[in-house]
């Protein structure tokens, strides 16, 4: 049953344990408005808090797990106060999927673009279905990268592949981004949420503790500068926010 409610997120225990946190906007390719980036930090928040959630599966409704931002409910921050506020908000989804404790199974299905291929990026388990693809649009954009990419994306792909995909923007498919370390598993489109279950429940049934000592440690010395990258990705994304080419870029995209 679906015991948390929300306007654009689904969040319901599919088995023991198990909760699949969904994103629900497929009309749109689950793309982020704000009250999905909301939606999705609360999601998360709520599910580490509940004792009944062992393991969380996190993916999209339709033919999308996130196309990005939505050109179409795009609201431009006009102030510094406003970009930081959004970019806050963003980055508060991030806290909640990656420094949290519940382990985190992607289901990633179909176009993970920009910020829904930075949710891909901050799963524990990042599963991709053969036909999803992913790329990061924002240099071209005049704008940066959020939810801890800056840190997280060397220490899967190295240096030098990492500077490919942020500032070339770069498309992949789901074998490539196997193969570069972005993705832990790639399957067909049809096994995709039956591989995400069965893996969230051999770790649901884990004993907590460590599951929970495993995700903090792990992330405490692989990421080391993690929150530092998060701090800067925010005053470069605002920076971005307030530049003129900015709002011309994004009209083109």
Known sequence: ?????????????????????????????????????????????????DQKTR????????????????????????????????????????????????????????????GGFEWAINCDFPIWGESARGFFPE??????????????LPVLVGLNTAREMLFLGERYDATQLQAMGVAWKTVSDPELMGTARSTARRLADLPPLSVRAMKRVLNATALTDLR??????????????????????LKDF
Request: proline share 3%.
């Open 1 to 49: 049953m679906t015991d948390f409610k929300y306007e654009t997120v689904l969040s319901e225990i599919v088995e023991d344990g198990v909760r699949c946190i969904t994103l629900n906007r497929p009309d749109r390719l689950n793309a982020m408005n704000r009250g999905l980036i909301d939606d999705v930090a609360r999601a998360f928040e709520d599910a580490n808090a």
């Open 139 to 152: 240099v071209s954009l005049n704008l940066f990268v959020t939810g801890g990419v800056s840190s997280l």
């Open 228 to 249: 530092r990258a998060m701090d800067l990705e925010t005053e470069a994304t605002i920076a971005g926010f307030m530049d003129p080419e900015t709002t011309r870029r």
């Open 55 to 114: 393991a969380i599966i996190f993916t999209g409704a339709g033919k999308a797990f996130c196309a990005g931002d939505d050109r179409r409910e795009h609201v431009h921050p006009t102030c510094e106060e406003e970009a930081r506020d959004l970019v806050l908000a963003i980055q508060r989804s991030t806290y909640a999927i990656v420094l949290n404790h519940k382990p985190v199974v992607g289901a990633i299905n179909g176009w993970a673009v920009g």
